[in-house]
C-alpha cells in the first residue's frame, strides 16, 4: 500500500499570512494528488484536483504543486473562512484511496 | 443541483448491521463511481469502498473486506453501504462521495451519515 505523510498535522496562522501544507508519498503517484477541506460538522470539499488543477468555484488563493512523490497545498493571503482541516488524497489505484492524517489550521 | 443526499442517523448495538444510502441527482447517476469514506470522532478520513453504479461492480478496502457491501439501485438513483458485525470502533459519520474519473478525486460529497454503536 501507498504510505503517505502529510505535515504539519497543526498549524497556527494569521489572516492575510501565507501557509504550505506538505503531502509525501512512499511511491510514485505521477499527479494522482487531491486536496481536500473540512470544516467541523460539514463533509470535505475538494479544492485541487491532479495535484495542481483548481476544482471549479475555489478561489484562486489555492494554489497546489508537485509530481512524483512530494507535493504542496500553498494558501496565500489567508481569509477567516480558510481556517479548517485539510486532507491530502492519493488516488493513483481506485482499489487502495489513501488519505493524509490531515492538517489543523488554526488562528494565531 | 448536483447532489447526493444520505440516510439519517443510526445507532446500532454492537454485533448488528446498519445500511447507509445515498441518493444521487442532478446528474447522470450511472456516470460516476460512488465511493464511502469514513470518519471516526476526532479522525482523519478512512477509505471503505466504491460501487460503479452501471456495471454494480466494487472494490473494498482490505480492512472492511467482508463486512462492507456497497450497492447501488440504478431506476432510483441511490448506492447504499452495508456494514456488518458492528463494533463500538465503526462509531463514525459515513459519506458517500462521487469520484470524478480524469483524476480519481472526490467532487461530490454527502452530507453524512452518523453510525452510533454502543450497547
Known amino acids: 500500500d501507498i504510505q503517505m505523510t502529510q505535515s504539519p498535522s497543526a498549524l497556527s496562522a494569521s489572516v492575510g499570512d501565507r501557509v504550505t501544507i506538505t503531502c509525501r508519498t512512499s511511491?510514485?503517484?505521477?499527479?494522482?494528488l487531491n486536496w481536500y477541506q473540512q470544516h467541523p460538522g460539514k463533509a470535505p470539499k475538494l479544492l485541487i484536483y491532479?495535484?495542481?488543477s483548481l476544482q471549479s468555484g475555489v478561489p484562486s488563493r489555492f494554489n497546489g504543486s508537485g509530481s512524483g512523490t512530494d507535493f504542496t497545498l500553498t494558501i496565500t493571503s489567508l481569509q477567516p473562512e480558510d481556517f479548517a482541516t485539510y486532507y491530502c488524497?492519493?488516488?493513483?489505484?481506485?482499489?487502495?484511496?489513501?488519505f493524509g492524517q490531515g492538517t489543523r489550521l488554526e488562528i494565531k | 443541483q448536483e447532489q447526493l443526499v444520505q440516510s439519517g442517523a443510526e445507532v446500532k448495538k454492537p454485533g448488528a448491521s446498519v445500511k447507509v444510502s445515498c441518493k444521487a441527482s442532478g446528474y447522470p447517476f450511472t456516470s460516476y463511481d460512488i465511493n464511502w469514506v469514513r470518519q471516526a470522532p476526532g479522525q482523519g478520513l478512512e477509505w471503505m469502498g466504491w460501487v460503479t453504479p452501471n456495471s454494480g461492480n466494487t472494490a473494498y478496502a482490505q480492512k472492511f473486506r467482508g463486512r462492507v457491501t456497497v450497492t447501488r439501485n440504478t431506476p432510483t438513483s441511490t448506492a447504499y453501504m452495508e456494514l456488518t458485525s458492528l463494533r463500538s470502533e465503526d462509531t463514525a459519520v459515513y459519506y458517500c462521495?462521487?469520484?470524478?474519473?480524469?483524476?480519481?478525486?472526490?467532487?461530490?460529497w454527502g452530507q453524512g451519515t452518523l453510525v452510533t454503536v454502543s450497547s
Open positions: 462521495a462521487r469520484r470524478r474519473y480524469s483524476s480519481n478525486a472526490f467532487d461530490l
Open positions: 488524497q492519493e488516488s493513483y489505484s481506485t482499489l487502495r484511496i489513501t
Open positions: 491532479a495535484a495542481s
Open positions: 511511491q510514485n503517484i505521477i499527479n494522482y
